[in-house]
């Protein structure tokens, strides 16, 4: 006896429970087919269904590893197959076999179902009935196994789109009796009611909203079989990364992205991955990579195809072009996003070959009208010799989210409640918003991210009335954060969403349409689709073997200021220092102690420069921050922010420049930064800058003439200790009888130049070397 314990189906196991699903189904909508096929064997029609439905079981048995039920199925489909290639005749005794083959395929599927024992005996005999010339067997019943209750219904995918629109409707009609409720005195039982359907309407929404709903596994299940034969027939070798199964899509949905998703991996394999001697000498790995993932954005799946192959060669598709008769010099005069859609002209292919998979120019046009017929857009992100990356946006059809409303003048924009981080004013204390080379940069609690002005990205004149200040949301992308300016944020609502029009859709910027409790349409804006039309650059990890760290593809740069220096050079500093860029007056720098200062902010910070100031009257300055440690770094303008390559070639002694790099062919100094805050930076903090007390001084010498000198020498100079603050050395005079904290280390100062003895330990108050010399060794004494 083989216990069918071992089937036991886990609750989570969907793809079991469907199976067990179908299979009932079809064994309900067979029985009377089997019967008529009895009575008349030769009915071909009859037989066909009979055989797809033991064919379909044994497949699913070889996926789920059901052994009993693929043994069963699979000698029953050799019968059934020798019987339509005429091979043989369906006599009495074949057909029996066969029904009672099917009878204790249900028989098995109830038992998986229940998690029951269901004993094997008699199925040998069942599979030795199908053999020809045998002798009818009769199977013995072995007791009838209790149904379990079906807990799931197959429905028509148009009642769920009914379902769907009667939900969206009561969600609108909620939100205007709520809104309506708000513009006068509410009754609490009133409110308390309103509060209840609420919550009811929103369990209803989450519910509806899961029926159309599958996991993306179904898309994704095949790939790997398809990836290994594909591959094989090319003779290449590719290993696929798959991730983000769990992410769930409308069923619909799944099944229109089926054909992309294919067309679009079978081309990485054949156009895009090299074969193993290409990449052998392109000092590549042989086994190419690919990666397959989904993951959710707003109201929006974005599946991304990415491979470590040779990219799009677009001077290629333009050869091609020209050869069907298309104007050479208007293709060579595109920029690079428009030559690199050239993919998607119809007809055209990179491949010179036709082959079984690709080189009859049908494909990437076919691919983007299906998506864009769903809503939906198609992304490429090329580097060429490293790899193409195709990212798939498709909308999740009817849906309902929740939504903040913003304003810009007068026109009114959705954005997804979960893509936001938290929403501040412009004018807060902890706000700030500078230019850094022509690109506006928002410093939000110590972060700088990039600021994005909606009315500006989307050509919308408006102006802030005088004394308002504008909103800044912040919004969260997969690969960062960026500030979205804004006039106003109106609200807070749950908003039904559907793909808007392909003209509005394929300008990347909206995820859909909305039509809110007000009846003015409005739409639903994309933040990864708007950081890109704004040119924000996320740098994300490419990818990576898993036995080789080594990465495959574009490794991305140290963002960086280039800026145009006092002495007529180019050159830059990592961002990451930079804390802003600002215009001063030149008469807020002077030369004083040996050095030029800055006054800003009610501060002096040292002044680095490479050049003169001359005489202009205003003054760029760097201000360079490492923590505490700020100095200015005066420039003649702020250029532009760039990314620095990999490789520096160094300068051949410390000093202000690190090194060079080459930045669109130009030779660019780098700012050294150990430079400048070795030379110019002074440290704040207690632990490196030693307190020094002054004691006793009633006469005010030395806060006037040794206090300058000991904070130039890096002390921090106090007449006074705070609570529970200690010296690192006391400074007194030595005629004063006792030193205030005379606990702690002590250098007396003595008025005459000759000490009084052999034993006087006291410093001639002017010699200024001594006097360092004396606290230098009492601080260093104390630590010890």
């Given at each position: 006896m083989v216990p069918a314990a071992n089937w036991r189906r886990d609750p989570m196991d969907d793809l079991l429970q469907e199976f067990i699903a179908e299979t009932r189904e079809t064994l309900e909508a067979l029985s009377g087919e089997i019967v008529a096929w009895e009575a008349h064997p030769e009915d071909r029609?009859?037989?066909?269904?009979?055989?797809?439905?033991?064919?379909?079981?044994?497949?699913?048995?070889?996926?789920?590893?059901?052994?009993?039920?693929?043994?069963?199925s699979h000698s029953a489909e050799d019968v059934l197959a020798q019987v339509r290639s005429g091979d043989r005749k369906p006599d009495r005794a074949l057909v029996n076999a066969v029904l009672a083959v099917v009878d204790r395929i249900g028989e098995l599927v109830e038992a998986i179902d229940a998690g029951a024992s269901l004993d094997d005996t008699g199925e040998d005999l069942l599979i030795a009935a199908l053999a020809e010339g045998s002798a009818e067997v009769a199977q013995a019943s072995n007791g009838a196994i209790q149904?379990?209750?079906?807990?799931s219904v197959r429905l028509n995918v148009e009642l769920l789109d009914r379902m769907m629109s009667g939900m969206s409707d009561m969600v609108l009609a909620r939100n205007e009796l709520a809104r309506r409720l708000r513009q006068g005195e509410i009754d609490p039982a009133v409110e308390a009611a309103l509060e209840r359907l609420s919550l009811t309407v929103g369990e209803m929404r989450?519910?509806?909203?899961?029926?159309?709903?599958?996991?993306?596994d179904a898309l994704f299940s095949a790939l790997p079989r398809m990836v290994r034969d594909t591959a094989a027939g090319l003779g290449k070798s590719v290993m696929l990364q798959v991730e983000g199964s769990d992410v769930e899509l409308d069923r619909e949905m799944i099944e229109v992205m089926r054909d992309p998703l294919v067309h679009i991996v079978r081309n990485a394999i054949d156009h895009g991955i090299e074969s193993p001697a290409e990449r052998r000498a392109a000092a590549k790995r042989e086994n190419g990579r690919l990666s397959v993932s989904a993951r959710q954005s707003g109201n929006q799946i974005i599946v991304e195809i990415a491979d470590d192959g040779r990219g799009?060669?677009?001077?290629?598709?333009?050869?091609?072009?020209?050869?069907?008769?298309?104007?050479?010099?208007?293709?060579r005069a595109l920029p690079e996003r428009a030559k690199l859609d050239l993919i998607f002209q119809p007809g055209l292919t990179s491949k010179d070959e036709v082959s079984d998979i690709s080189g009859r120019g049908v494909g990437m046009d076919i691919v983007r009208a299906s998506i864009e017929q769903i809503g939906g857009r198609i992304d490429l992100d090329n580097a060429p010799g490293k790899g193409l990356r195709i990212a798939i946006h498709v909308p999740l059809t009817l849906s309902i989210i929740s939504a903040i409303v913003v304003g810009v003048s007068k026109q009114r924009f959705a954005l997804p409640r979960q893509a936001i981080e938290e929403i501040v004013t412009e004018r807060g204390d902890q706000i700030r918003i500078d230019m850094l080379g022509g690109s506006r940069i928002a410093t939000v609690r110590d972060r700088r991210i990039p600021l994005v002005d909606l009315g500006e990205l989307l050509g919308i004149e408006h102006r802030q009335a005088f004394g308002e200040a504008q909103m800044l949301a912040i919004v969260s992308v997969s690969e960062g954060s960026y500030a979205l300016a804004v006039d106003t944020v109106l609200d807070n609502e749950e908003l039904v969403i559907k793909p808007a029009s392909p003209a509005v859709m394929t300008t990347g910027v909206y995820a859909g349409q909305t039509l809110p409790d007000s009846g003015l349409p409005m739409l639903m804006l994309d933040c990864a689709g708007m950081a890109r039309a704004a040119g924000l650059i996320f740098h994300r990890d490419t990818l990576h073997d898993d036995e080789d760290e080594d990465a495959v593809?574009?490794?991305?740069?140290?963002?960086?200021?280039?800026?145009a220096d006092l002495d007529g050079k180019r050159r830059a500093v990592p961002l990451a220092i930079v804390d802003r860029v600002e215009q001063v007056e030149s008469a807020s720098v002077r030369f004083s102690a040996g050095s030029h200062r800055l006054s800003i902010d009610g501060r002096i910070l040292p002044l680095a420069a490479q050049g003169e100031v001359g005489t202009r009257a205003k003054l760029s300055v760097?201000?360079?921050?490492?923590?505490?440690?700020?100095?200015?770094?005066?420039i003649d303008e702020a250029l532009d922010i760039v990314i620095l390559p990999e490789e520096i070639a160094p300068a051949r002694e410390p000093g202000p420049v690190a090194g060079v790099v080459l930045l669109d062919g130009e030779q660019v100094e780098l700012l050294d930064a150990f430079w400048v805050f070795g030379e110019f930076g002074s440290d704040d903090e207690e632990d490196v800058a030693p307190v020094c007390l002054l004691a006793g001084d009633s006469d005010g010498w030395m806060a006037s003439f040794v206090r300058p000198m000991l904070e130039a020498a890096g002390y921090r100079v106090v007449t006074q200790l705070a609570s529970g603050e200690t010296a690192a050395v006391v400074l007194t005079q030595s005629d004063l009888a006792e030193a205030d904290g005379a606990a702690m280390p002590v250098v007396r100062l003595r008025r005459r130049k000759a000490p009084r003895g052999a034993s006087d330990d006291s410093v001639y108050r002017y010699d200024r070397m001594g006097l360092l010399s004396a606290l230098e060794a009492r601080v260093a004494g104390g630590r010890a």
């Open positions: 029609a009859r037989l066909d269904a009979i055989f797809r439905f033991v064919h379909t079981v044994k497949g699913s048995c070889g996926f789920l590893d059901l052994p009993r039920l693929g043994r069963l149904r379990v209750a079906s807990r989450d519910t509806v909203t899961r029926t159309r709903m599958q996991k993306i799009i060669d677009t001077e290629r598709l333009i050869r091609k072009l020209i050869a069907q008769g298309r104007n050479e010099r208007e293709l593809g574009e490794t991305p740069g140290t963002p960086a200021l280039l800026f760097l201000r360079l921050k490492d923590g505490d440690n700020e100095v200015a770094y005066a």
